[in-house]
């Protein structure tokens, strides 16, 4: 339904465009091919600009905060990582999994969560999850930083794995400060999802879901 609906608003608004716009003059190099050069105008270049914004944003409640972790998850990092030390710990490769927890620790704690929060749901539903993932930093065993969500559902599990990755190759290649997305995520992972997330940065890093890429 949401397809059907922008792909009929694509149409209508580039039918517009087309009647409007100056059939002699050419777009300019790096244009869009609308011929949109700028936004902020209130033109229908704003309105181009904004379906595609739309087009390429994950689809969210509008009470977001449902999809964010408890209060009493806030976030936590390792102290023993610093912006100094990133190409030394973090980015190493095989870190995030050298540091994660064993099984034999995080599956009796992940059980006790699940009986406290979501007794008689199938464990297999949630994912113990790092609100600051290991691989930028979170703390691999502070409360504060480890909370059960969804693997199913709009902006769930997976869909944080993503953002996961794409801020590691953000940080670890220097192009965002490591406080920068340890922030970012902690505050508001589905803000920083539609921030740094995008089509463009999941393409170029070349992102695979698989289980040595999980925070």
């Known amino acids: 339904m949401r397809a059907r609906a922008l792909l009929g608003g694509a149409v209508i608004l580039a039918a517009i465009v087309l009647w409007h716009r100056p059939s002699a003059q050419p777009a300019s190099p790096g244009s869009n091919p609308f011929g949109c050069t700028a936004r902020g105008d209130g033109s229908i270049c704003d309105a181009v600009a904004g379906l595609s914004e739309v087009a390429h944003s994950p689809v969210l409640p509008s009470n977001a905060a449902i999809l964010l972790p408890p209060p009493e998850t806030p ?11 990133i190409d030394e710990t973090i980015c190493r490769p095989g870190y995030a999994r050298s540091a994660r927890p064993a099984y034999a620790v995080t599956g ?29 930093g979170g703390a ?3 409360p504060r930083d480890l909370w059960l969500q969804p693997r199913h559902g709009q902006a769930n599990a997976g869909d944080k794995n993503v953002l996961a990755y794409v801020l590691w190759r953000l940080v670890c290649t220097h192009q965002l400060p490591l406080a920068t997305a340890q922030r970012e995520i902690r505050h508001d992972w589905t803000r920083a999802y539609q921030l740094y997330a995008t089509p463009e ?6 992102f695979q879901h698989t289980e040595e890429q999980r925070d």
């Open 140 to 142: 691999p065993l502070d």
């Open 201 to 206: 940065n999941i393409q170029k890093y070349h």
């Open 108 to 136: 009796p704690l992940k059980r006790r969560m699940m009986d406290a929060q979501h007794p008689g749901e199938p464990i297999a539903d949630y994912e113990l999850d790092h609100l600051i993932p290991i691989s930028i």
């Open 75 to 85: 976030g936590a990092t390792d102290p023993a990582i610093t912006q100094s030390n």
